[in-house]
T-cell receptor, first 116, second 112 residues
Framework: DVKVTQSSRYLVKRTGEKVFLECVQD?????MFWYRQDPGLGLRLIYF???????EKGDIPEGYSVSREKKERFSLILESASTNQTSMYLC???????????????FGNGTRLTVT | QKEVEQNSGPLSVPEGAIASLNCTYS??????FFWYRQYSGKSPELIMS????GDKEDGRFTAQLNKASQYVSLLIRDSQPSDSATYLC????????????FGKGTHLIIQP
């Protein structure tokens, strides 16, 4: 079974703090993703990466950055946390991508971040 | 505009009946379609993937894809109370391989 591990289940941070959310997958997947999930808005893609040191913006990248120094690890960074970044953050990985198809996403358990 | 639409529900179905969940998408170029189940407070878990027109069955679950009409559905046979959850439809809108676009989910309640 694919295992995607997020470092924290719950996190409380102050406005203006720099926040790191860590994600590790153990199945040698090429692709990794960060989503946030909010009531009424669903899952929204923040950033994704399909190779080490590669990153691509998703639908809502503002206020976030990412780092992928190793294939198995994908970090989401909130440079200066704000209250509107209070959310459930979900990391996911997938095996492959080709020009037309996606393999399924496998999600971690999520990190519920509260910014006060 | 990437759009994946689902009826938010709640959809209430008696135990033992068939639950039918529907999803429409905006872009004809989409090629990969997935159904996820999400229990309250948990992360989404994959139920089915479907890439070609027609039906795909896995146990009590059947996914149906109609690209001409731009809809994908999920049927759950012999519904159980443990099937009560939010079901998310996910699509690679536009046919690209750059992440999936999720619908907002349908809340399904199976009544004992």
């Amino acid at each position: 079974d694919v295992k995607v591990t997020q470092s924290s289940r719950y996190l409380v941070k102050r406005t203006g703090e720099k926040v790191f959310l860590e994600c590790v997958q153990d199945m040698d997947h090429e692709n990794m993703f960060w989503y946030r999930q909010d009531p009424g808005l669903g899952l929204r893609l923040i950033y994704f990466s399909y190779d080490v040191k590669m990153k691509e913006k998703g639908d809502i990248p503002e206020g976030y950055s990412v780092s992928r120094e190793k294939k198995e690890r994908f970090s989401l960074i909130l440079e200066s946390a704000s209250t509107n970044q209070t959310s459930m953050y979900l990391c996911a990985s997938s095996l492959f991508r080709d020009s037309r198809h996606n393999s399924p996403l496998h999600f971690g358990n999520g990190t519920r971040l509260t910014v006060t | 505009q990437k759009e994946v639409e689902q009826n938010s529900g709640p959809l209430s179905v008696p135990e033992g009946a068939i639950a039918s969940l529907n999803c429409t998408y905006s872009d004809r170029g989409s090629q990969s379609f997935f159904w996820y189940r999400q229990y309250s407070g948990k992360s989404p878990e994959l139920i089915m993937s479907i890439y070609s027109n027609g039906d795909k069955e896995d146990g009590r679950f059947t996914a149906q894809l109609n690209k001409a009409s731009q809809y994908v559905s999920l049927l759950i046979r012999d519904s159980q109370p443990s099937d009560s959850a939010t079901y998310l439809c996910a699509v690679n809108v536009g046919g690209g391989a750059d992440g999936l676009t999720f619908g907002k989910g349908t809340h399904l309640i199976i009544q004992p």
